[in-house]
């Protein structure tokens, strides 16, 4: 069992590119979120989906396109990189919004803007 | 708006000390969720506990203890008899949100068990 995948695990990019992270969980959850840690910042929600075909904003939502065609899938979008998207990004899902369980969380992507 | 406050930004103990790590929450809502994540070196985040606002028992889980109380908005996290393995950083959470579990994290300790 998998659990939460997250692909890349590191990235550089420059300033103005565009990539997807990727995020994948293997255990029919529902409830999937992505989450930005930065230093002296703790960890900050980004977006995060409900269920398939619906996805809504978190904190910090701004720079960040998000989608949910699937149950298993939850690619995070940055459509044009600015050095304050710096970060490590963290997936994460629950079986069940609703219920306020506990998150499973991938390894995170640690994203570098030039 | 909901917060999470972690005073201790780092403690180094011992190994075998005991450890106790703060928390403070701060939301007008009368239901919550509180809980706490471990980060260890590698970077995952492992949760440790979930405990809902209509609960004030402590818990004890091994080495593990945790005293949540309401009245002092606090629910703070001690490791007894500290253990190399220990070594992390440990997050606080707050979720108020239920449908939706969006949670608010405190900026976390990071904690060093000296051997």
């Known amino acids: 069992n998998a659990g939460v995948t997250q692909t890349p695990k590191f990235q550089v990019l420059k300033t103005g590119q565009s990539m997807t992270l990727q995020c994948a969980q293997d255990?029919?959850?529902?409830?999937m979120s992505w989450y930005r840690q930065d230093p002296g910042m703790g960890l900050r929600l980004i977006h995060y989906?409900?269920?398939?075909?619906?996805?809504d904003q978190g904190e910090v939502p701004n720079g960040y396109n998000v989608s949910r065609s699937t149950t298993e899938d939850f690619p995070l979008r940055l459509l044009s990189a600015a050095p304050s998207q710096t970060s490590v990004y963290f997936c994460?899902?629950?079986?069940?919004?609703?219920?306020?369980?506990?998150?499973?969380f991938g390894s995170g992507t640690q994203l570098s803007v030039l | 708006a909901q917060k999470v406050t972690q005073a201790q930004t780092e403690i180094s103990v011992v190994e075998k000390e005991d450890v106790t790590l703060d928390c403070v929450y701060e939301?007008?809502?009368?239901?919550?969720?509180l809980f706490w994540y471990k980060q260890p070196p590698s970077g995952e985040l492992v949760f440790l506990i979930r405990?809902?606002?209509?609960?004030?028992q402590n818990e004890i889980s091994g080495r593990y203890s945790w005293n949540f109380q309401k009245s002092t908005s606090s629910f703070n996290f001690t490791i007894t008899a500290s253990q190399v393995v220990d070594s992390a950083v440990y997050f606080c959470?707050?979720?108020?949100?239920?449908?939706?579990?969006?949670?608010?994290f405190g900026t976390g300790t990071r904690l060093t068990i000296i051997p």
């Open positions: 959470a707050l979720d108020v949100d239920f449908g939706n579990e969006k949670l608010t």
């Open positions: 255990m029919n959850h529902e409830y």
């Open positions: 939301t007008r809502d009368t239901t919550y969720y």
């Open positions: 989906s409900v269920g398939a075909g619906i996805t």
């Open positions: 405990r809902n606002s209509f609960d004030e």
């Open positions: 994460a899902s629950s079986q069940d919004g609703a219920t306020n369980e506990k998150l499973f």
